[in-house]
């Protein structure tokens, strides 16, 4: 069994930066995996980027290529999302989420039923 806990959401402007964390407790293995989507009023949920455990590659959606990055910290069992030059469309719910998968692909990594644990989400809203 998995357990996330989210942190970081909140209120910025237009163009400024936010580093969302997600603590696990848990088993990982070698086929783990933890990612984060984000579901905006009306609209399904989206992937936003994911990260392989062992060997930390990375999987971005086109839309938040260049402006996010994914990192994890093994020692501290957490994965971070940083976003910069935020955007008002960016504004959503943003969940944690994680996974044991068997193949490493954006087409497998980018679908939120391939994932086993979720967080209870955290609040990212930009507006000026």
């Known amino acids: 069994q998995v357990q996330l806990v989210e942190s970081g959401g909140g209120l910025v402007q237009p163009g400024d930066s936010l580093r969302l964390s997600c603590a696990a407790s848990?088993?990982?293995?070698?086929?783990?995996?933890m990612g984060w989507f984000r579901q905006a009023p009306g609209k399904e949920r989206e992937f936003v980027a994911s990260i392989r455990w062992s060997g930390g590659t990375t999987y971005y959606a086109d839309s938040v290529k260049g402006r996010f990055t994914i990192s994890r910290d093994a020692a501290k069992n957490t994965v971070y999302l940083l976003m910069t030059s935020l955007k008002p469309e960016d504004t959503a719910v943003y969940y944690c989420a994680a996974g044991f998968f068997r193949q490493f692909t954006i087409p497998t990594m980018s679908q939120w039923g391939n994932y086993n644990y979720w967080g209870q989400g955290t609040q990212v809203t930009v507006s000026s």
């Open positions: 848990g088993r990982t293995e070698s086929s783990y995996a």
